[in-house]
């Protein structure tokens, strides 16, 4: 990554969250982070978890299999964090506190009472500070203001940890405005758009160029339409797989971990008569290595999803020079440029996405669709994010 040293000075910056191996674009994210705010100058520790879930939340292998390099992990990472093991909150926040930022990366509610701990601890210790010394600040990186997936007590939950920070970085002006309906406007809550962090890295060439290069779609053959990562309901692979039977020149590849009630749906579909011989079901994690391979088989990358927050699919896809198929929820309406880059529809309409298929399908779209295509920024994007992170609550470095 290109140097994005930035004129305030360099800072002593703990970024706790999930990272590499674990699974997930979370885990990507933190990682990726990490990097960037060294780049920029900073001193940087990234201080993750050993054990991050119980089993029986996430009943899939935790992390990448063989810790299988998706990206470089970042060299100064340390592990005391179990969720498990209270005493490691606590601990974790008192060896905190002589730093100037500690960035906390908020995911879900499950990891709110360890991640108040770790809080409360580093504001214990700072008010014996010295005289002149100033306390960490502590930045939250909301991924999602309300979760996905509604649990009891889960608003409950992020809106203290929330309240709990000096200030929030969400991804869409959505997040934002949820974060004031949970009655957090006495904190600074800052939108950056969601950085990239490509698994497998960026192909080259990537995008237009990459589009370019790829043969036209053959009169007869069929459509190919990709859809990867976990399978969970709110990604509305299932509805997909709906549009799909009623739109006959068209094939579908499923590609990821696949349990639950949403993955039964996806296989029941898959066996479905209609859709005989036109759906590929790939169970498993897919590693980034595989990516750029699996990409170059297929004509569209699809996120139908119900609802969405940020995501990095829609540059992911157009980084291997794909149209996207999307919903019209979370930042997907930002990224496609609907009928230049890729089409969009309204989310939960099987009509409309089959709709959509018929068009994609339709002899020359491809084609125009390819040479809309944007050229991928990483570097532009990731020095805004590291400005904001660095800007939301600033700090006086005393180092």
Do not use: C
Not at 270 to 281: F, I, N
Not at 291 to 297: D, Q, R, V
């Amino acid at each position: 990554m290109a140097s994005l040293m930035l004129a305030s000075g360099p800072l002593r910056i703990a970024i706790v969250g999930p990272s590499h191996p674990f699974k997930g674009g979370v885990a990507a994210h933190t990682t990726q982070t990490a990097h960037a705010l060294a780049a920029a100058g900073h001193q940087v520790e990234l201080v993750s978890w050993s054990r991050l879930y119980p089993h029986a939340l996430y009943p899939g292998e935790q992390a990448v299999p063989d810790g299988g390099p998706d990206l470089p992990p970042f060299p100064r990472t340390t592990r005391p964090l179990r969720w498990d093991r209270p005493h490691s909150w606590w601990s974790t926040g008192k060896a905190l506190r002589d730093v100037d930022l500690v960035i906390v990366v908020v995911v879900v509610p499950i990891q709110v009472p360890s991640l108040l701990t770790l809080v409360r601890s580093i504001r214990v210790g700072s008010r014996g500070r010295r005289v002149g010394a100033s306390a960490p600040r502590i930045v939250a990186i909301a991924h999602n203001v309300v979760p996905h997936e509604t649990h009891p007590g889960g608003e409950f939950l992020i809106r203290q940890m929330l309240r709990s920070v000096d200030g929030i970085v969400v991804h869409s002006a959505e997040q934002a405005r949820l974060a004031h309906e949970l009655g957090l406007d006495r904190r600074p809550v800052v939108t950056v758009p969601l950085a990239p962090h490509l698994p497998g890295g960026l192909p080259e060439p990537a995008g237009r160029e990459l589009a370019a290069t790829r043969e036209p779609r053959s009169a007869g053959s069929p459509l190919r339409v990709l859809t990867l990562g976990m399978v969970r309901d709110y990604k509305g692979y299932d509805l997909l797989l709906e549009a799909a039977k009623t739109v006959p020149g068209v094939t579908v590849t499923v590609a990821g971990e696949q349990w639950g009630s949403a993955g039964e749906r996806v296989r029941e579909l898959a066996a479905d008569p209609a859709l005989a011989g036109r759906v590929q079901v790939r169970p498993g994690y897919i590693a980034g290595v595989d990516i750029p391979p699996l990409m170059a088989e297929h004509d569209v990358f699809a996120l139908p999803y119900r609802h969405a927050t940020a995501s990095q699919n829609v540059q992911l896809g157009h980084a291997h020079g794909l149209p996207v198929l999307a919903t019209s929820v979370g930042t997907f309406p930002d990224d496609v440029h609907d009928g230049v880059d890729g089409l969009l529809v309204p989310p939960g309409d099987v009509p409309a996405l089959a709709a959509a298929l018929r068009r994609l399908a339709a002899p020359g779209e491809l084609a125009r669709l390819r040479a809309g295509l944007p050229d991928i920024d990483l570097t532009g994007p990731w020095q805004r994010y590291v400005e904001a992170l660095t800007g939301v609550a600033p700090v006086e470095s005393h180092r």
